[in-house]
C-alpha cells in the first residue's frame, strides 16, 4: 500500500516537473523587452519619428503570461499623438504549447489626438498615404502569436483636440471576441450621447453588435445599432431607432465605408453612407419618413408663430462633414419636406407643405398651401452656443385670400415700439386681391428691429382708398398716418391699443416726432371720420376726457374731426368736432407749463343761442396715457 502510494506520488512529480519544464520553455520564448521593441517597429512604420514612451512595464508567469504597460504616450515634434492608461496582453501556456485558446489584448482610457496645426495635419496625412501605399502589412510575431486567436477588450477611447478640451468622438467600450486574419468574429461596442441644449440634457448608449472579418487589405463588418436611453430632454427618444450596416475597412490608408438602413418602430425610413478617412467624417443620410420629433431639441429655435407643434414625419436628405485637422470644417445641412398646417389662430388654419432646408447654422422654413393661397418663407441665424435666434427674416404672402383671415398675421404697432434692438429681425407680409365683402385690397406691412432702428410700415390701398402708416424708433420716435377715403373694419388692429372702430370712413393725417412721452414731442393732427362707430383705444378715451367737462358722449357722434397740434408741451386743440343735430366744437390749449394756463371751450356754431363755454384744466390728465 505505501509502496503504491509513494509510485503515485513519484509519477505526479516527474509529471510536474516535466510538465513545468515545457511551460517555462514555452514562456522562454516569451521576452517582455523583445515585445515592447516589436510594438515600437509597428508604430514607427505608421508614425515615423514617433516616440513611445512607457512609464511602467510588469509581467509575470502563472497560467498566463502577462504583460502590462502604463502609462503610454507618443509623441512627435514635442506634439502628444496618443496617451493610454494601461495595454495588457495575456498568453495562456497551452496557447504556446499546443496552438489552442485565445490571447486577449486589453486597453484603457486610450486618447488620439488631433490637432488643427496645418503642418502636423500635413505631415499626419503624408504619414498615412505613405503607409498606403505599401503592398502588405508586416506584422514581425511569432508563429503561434500570428495563428492565435485573440479577444480584444478596450474602454474609454476618445478622439480629442490636441489643444483644446474638445472631444469629437467617445467609445465607451469595444469588445472583440476570437478576432484573427481570414476569419469571422463577433464585436460589439458602446458609444455614448450627451446634448446639452438651453438647460435640457439627453444621455443615451448606442449599442453596435456584429461580426468582423479581417483580411490583410481590407476588413468587412456587419453591424446593427440600437439606441439605449438614458436620459431625455422633453419631446426627444431615439430608443425606437435601429441601424442596420455593412462596412469595410482598408487598414492600409486607415479609411472606412459603410452603407446602413434606418428603422423606426420595424419600419425602414431611411438610408445612409457614412465614410471616415484619417482625419475626416463624412455622412449622407436620405429619409422616406423622417421622424420630427426628433428634432425637438432644437424646437425653440426652429419654430415660429405658424408651426408650433414639430410632429409627424417628413421626407429629405441630411448631409454631415467634419474634418478634424480644421476647427472651421464642420458642415451640416438638410433637405426635408413634410405636410402640416399653417395656424393663423386658434380657428384658422391652412393645410399645405413644409419645406426645410439649413446650412449650418442658417435655416430656412418654408410653406406652401394646398391652394397656393399663401406662401411663407422665413430665414434664420441660429446661435447654437448662446441658444437662441440671432436673427431672421419672415414673409408671408396672401393671394386671392379672405382680408378677415389673412390680418390675422399682422401683429399690432406697439410690438415694433416695445422691441429690444439686441434682437434683428423683419416680418413682410403681402396682400393680393384680398376681400372683404365687396372691399378688395392690396398692401404690404413691414416690422422690424435692425441695429439702427426698430420700425413698422403699413401701405393699404385699393381704386378708391389708401392708408399709410409709418413709424421709426431710433434716437427719437417718428410717426406719421395718411389717410384717403379709408374704410375701417375692426380687423384693422395694427394701430390698436390707441384706436380701433367696428366701422368708418377716415380721411386725413397724422404726423408725430417725440422721445417718452407723447405730450413732450411735436405734433400735428387733422383727422376726420365718417359712420364711425363703436370707437375705442387710448386715442378715445383722451379725446372723451375732454369732452367730460362738458358731460357730452363724443362715441355718439357717428361724425368726428379732430385739429391739433403739439409743441414744447404744449397741446393746443383748434377745433375737436361733433357732427349731430347740434354740431359741437371744442378748443383750447393744455400745457405743463404753469405761465401759460390750461383751459378747454365748447360752442355750437350753429346755435347762436348757446354761448361758448370757457373751463379751465389743472389735472393733467393727458399725462396718463403713453404712445
Not at 244 to 267: A, H, N, Q, Y
Not at 416 to 438: R, W
Amino acid at each position: 500500500m505505501k509502496l503504491t502510494t509513494k509510485v503515485i506520488l513519484w509519477a505526479w512529480l516527474v509529471l510536474m516537473v516535466i510538465l513545468g519544464s515545457l511551460i517555462y520553455g514555452a514562456y522562454s520564448k516569451l521576452n517582455p523587452e523583445s515585445l515592447v521593441s516589436l510594438l515600437n517597429t509597428q508604430i514607427q512604420r505608421s508614425y515615423p519619428g514617433s516616440n513611445l514612451t512607457i512609464a511602467k512595464i510588469d509581467y509575470g508567469f502563472s497560467l498566463d503570461f502577462k504583460l502590462k504597460l502604463k502609462t503610454l504616450t507618443l509623441t512627435r515634434s514635442q506634439k502628444t499623438l496618443a496617451t493610454a492608461h494601461e495595454v495588457q496582453l495575456k498568453v495562456p501556456w497551452w496557447l504556446i504549447l499546443f496552438n489552442r485558446g485565445n490571447a486577449a489584448i486589453n486597453v484603457s482610457d486610450l486618447i488620439i489626438f488631433v490637432s488643427s496645426s496645418s503642418s502636423h495635419a500635413n505631415t499626419a496625412k503624408d504619414n498615412s498615404e505613405s503607409t498606403a501605399k505599401t503592398n502588405q502589412v508586416a506584422i514581425n510575431l511569432p508563429q503561434y502569436l500570428l495563428d492565435a486567436q485573440y479577444t480584444l477588450r478596450a474602454k474609454n477611447i476618445s478622439i480629442k483636440e490636441i489643444d483644446g478640451d474638445r472631444r469629437f468622438f467617445t467609445l465607451s467600450k469595444l469588445l472583440v471576441r476570437e478576432f484573427q486574419y481570414g476569419k469571422n468574429s463577433a464585436f460589439e461596442l458602446n458609444i455614448p450621447i450627451n446634448i446639452s441644449h438651453k438647460d435640457k440634457s439627453y444621455s443615451s448608449d448606442l449599442w453596435l453588435f456584429g461580426d468582423i472579418t479581417p483580411e490583410v487589405s481590407r476588413w468587412s463588418l456587419n453591424y446593427r445599432g440600437e439606441f439605449k436611453t438614458k436620459e431625455t430632454a422633453e419631446g426627444v427618444r431615439f430608443d425606437d431607432l435601429v441601424i442596420d450596416g455593412k462596412s469595410t475597412f482598408d487598414p492600409l490608408s486607415v479609411d472606412f465605408i459603410s452603407t446602413l438602413d434606418i428603422s423606426v418602430d420595424r419600419k425602414k425610413v431611411g438610408t445612409g453612407n457614412i465614410s471616415a478617412k484619417f482625419d475626416q467624417l463624412q455622412f449622407n443620410l436620405k429619409f422616406s419618413e423622417f421622424p420630427m420629433d426628433f428634432l425637438n431639441m432644437v424646437g425653440d429655435e426652429i419654430k415660429n408663430p405658424y408651426w408650433k407643434k414639430i410632429d409627424g414625419s417628413g421626407e429629405g436628405d441630411v448631409k454631415f462633414s467634419r474634418i478634424f485637422s480644421d476647427e472651421n470644417s464642420t458642415t451640416l445641412s438638410a433637405k426635408l419636406h413634410f405636410s402640416g398646417d399653417f395656424n393663423l389662430g386658434p380657428d384658422e388654419k391652412l393645410p399645405g407643405q413644409w419645406h426645410l432646408n439649413f446650412e449650418n447654422n442658417r435655416w430656412k422654413t418654408s410653406f406652401v398651401s394646398n391652394k397656393q393661397e399663401l406662401r411663407f418663407e422665413r430665414r434664420a441665424l441660429l446661435d447654437f452656443d448662446a441658444s437662441r435666434v440671432s436673427q431672421y427674416h419672415q414673409e408671408i404672402h396672401f393671394s386671392s385670400y379672405d382680408l378677415k383671415n389673412a390680418l390675422l398675421a399682422v401683429d399690432p404697432l406697439t410690438d415694433s415700439m416695445a422691441q429690444n434692438l439686441d434682437t434683428e429681425h423683419t416680418t413682410v407680409v403681402l396682400l393680393t386681391n384680398c376681400a372683404y365683402g365687396d372691399m378688395v385690397m392690396d398692401g404690404t406691412i413691414r416690422s422690424g428691429v435692425t441695429p439702427q432702428q426698430n420700425y413698422y410700415q403699413v401701405e393699404l390701398k385699393n381704386k378708391d382708398s389708401k392708408l399709410s402708416l409709418n413709424y421709426s424708433f431710433k434716437k427719437n420716435q417718428q410717426l406719421s398716418l395718411e389717410l384717403k377715403n379709408f374704410t375701417w373694419i375692426p380687423e384693422y388692429t395694427f394701430l390698436a391699443p390707441f384706436f380701433n372702430a367696428s366701422s368708418g370712413l377716415l380721411n386725413g393725417s397724422l404726423n408725430g416726432k417725440w422721445t417718452d412721452h407723447w405730450s413732450d414731442g411735436t405734433w400735428l393732427l387733422k383727422l376726420s371720420g365718417d359712420n364711425l362707430q363703436k370707437t375705442t383705444g387710448e386715442f378715445v378715451e383722451l379725446n372723451q376726457e375732454g369732452w367730460d367737462f362738458f358731460t357730452l358722449d363724443s362715441a355718439s357722434a357717428l361724425k368726428r374731426y379732430w385739429m391739433a397740434s403739439v409743441e414744447n408741451g404744449v397741446i393746443k386743440i383748434n377745433s375737436f368736432g361733433l357732427e349731430s343735430s347740434d354740431p359741437a366744437l371744442l378748443s383750447g390749449v393744455l400745457s405743463l407749463q404753469p405761465k401759460i394756463k390750461s383751459y378747454l371751450s365748447l360752442n355750437y356754431p350753429k346755435n347762436k343761442k348757446w354761448k361758448p363755454v370757457r373751463k379751465e384744466v389743472s389735472e393733467f390728465f393727458w399725462k396718463k396715457e403713453v404712445l
